[in-house]
């Protein structure tokens, strides 16, 4: 399901908002080193000659995404309702616009994997699921060193193949929450050229977005998240001259 909703530029102001709802089913890996630009990867197969087993969401389903644009210029300056001055002082305080991006998704599915050896050569092992739901609650932040329950994962028989699913259909990672923001200043030098002045921040509040658990249960870290997936904020200035 696709939803948008679209303010139209009016009096200074426009909005748009773009909602997906979705959920991708594969039996394939998209993937070992992840696609251009992201992250999404998997592991081989379990059992090449049991494709049925492999039947699971896919490593990149994002159920929920979220994403909201505005632009807003300053009601101020030449031809606006405050400061409407011409000369130097119209050109000092027109031309401000305020522009920023929110993005709001789903983390994506976890592959737990590990185990013992099945004797198969090939593939990737998997270790065995009770079916209970491993998912915890509460903060992320109280949960870094159990952001999971492991408990409902065990080490399968040798020589055996274990009955967790490709992806966990009801385990996942941290969502991502990012905002950007901007100060654009648009000066008109002549009717043809136009000197603009940006200040851009790049994850605004400086929101820590936390990495996907370890997910192999042959790590003493199983269950634990110890790395960041974002940058820190960053602020970056620019000068353009259009014509």
Excluded: C
Excluded at 70 to 91: C, D, I, M, Q
Excluded at 151 to 167: D, K, L, Y
């Amino acid at each position: 399901m696709f939803l948008k909703v679209e303010r139209r530029f009016s009096k200074g102001l426009s909005m748009l908002g773009s909602y997906t709802f979705s959920k991708l089913i594969d039996d394939v890996i998209p993937s070992r080193t992840g696609f251009p630009g992201e992250s999404f990867s998997g592991a081989p197969l379990q059992n090449f000659y049991d494709r049925r087993s492999e039947r699971a969401l896919a490593s990149f389903d994002t159920p929920h995404n979220l994403v909201i644009s505005s632009v807003y210029e300053l009601p101020f300056g030449p031809g606006r309702p405050f400061l409407n001055t011409k000369g130097v002082a119209g050109k000092i305080v027109g031309g401000w616009q305020i522009n920023g991006i929110g993005m709001f998704q789903s983390g994506p599915p976890l592959q737990v994997n590990g185990g013992n050896g099945n004797g198969a050569f090939a593939g990737t092992q998997r270790p065995n699921w009770s079916g209970a739901n491993a998912t915890k609650t509460g903060a992320i932040q109280e949960r870094l060193g159990a952001f999971f329950d492991p408990s409902v994962f065990t080490f399968n028989a040798p020589f055996t193949f274990g009955n967790a699913p490709r992806i966990m259909p009801n385990l996942r990672g941290p969502g991502a929450a990012n905002f950007d923001l901007s100060l654009f200043k648009n000066t008109n030098i002549s009717e043809r050229i136009r000197l603009q002045f940006r200040v851009e921040a790049f994850n605004a509040f400086n929101r820590v977005q936390f990495n996907v658990p370890n997910t192999s249960i042959n790590s003493p870290a199983f269950g634990r998240i110890t790395a960041q997936a974002n940058s820190p904020r960053d602020i970056q200035l620019a000068l353009k001259l259009q014509f």
